[in-house]
């Protein structure tokens, strides 16, 4: 009998809907978490692979950043090579000669347009504030982290 009377006083709904706002939290959290990884996995592949385009065919590339949207053009042409889309995007820290929030990528890296002579990053930043950072120096190496101050 005293175990019937504990079950009757036990109330299932608000311990259910408690673990469903907590489980969609954590969920939340780890999306967030994904994307922002994604985002930067994606940006740094697309660079290197502008930065070996330029290198192995001694062309010059182009990498525009508008908003979100990266996109990668030969500069002769002015033809469209490679886009994505990347929501985390949230700062460039990179100018060229040619124009602001812009890398130009040849076969002797970005030195030639610089305008901080070593080179930028780029700033990605999650919902939550989360950051992460791709620096391009000036013979276009791409790697992860911040760009020194000059």
């Not at 602001?100 to 076969?107: A, D, Q």
Request: contains cysteine; charged residues 20%; glycine residues 6%.
């Amino acid at each position: 009998m005293a175990i019937g009377a504990i079950k009757k006083n036990i109330r299932f709904k608000p311990i259910i809907i408690i673990s469903l706002i907590i489980s969609s939290l954590l969920l939340l959290v780890a999306y967030n978490t994904h994307r922002l990884q994604k985002d930067h996995r994606d940006l740094t592949r697309l660079l290197k692979k502008t930065r070996n385009m330029a290198i192995m065919t001694k062309k010059t590339f182009l990498v525009e950043f508008n908003r979100n949207q990266v996109v990668v053009k030969n500069k002769q042409t002015g033809a469209v090579i490679n886009t994505l889309r990347t929501p985390t995007l949230h700062k460039v820290n990179y100018s060229t000669t040619l124009e602001k929030n812009m890398i130009v990528f040849t076969g002797r890296g970005t030195g030639p347009y610089n305008i901080r002579i070593h080179g930028g990053d780029l700033t990605l930043k999650s919902w939550f504030g989360y950051k992460k950072y791709i620096a391009i120096n000036c013979t276009g190496l791409v790697t992860e982290g911040r760009y020194p101050k000059e």
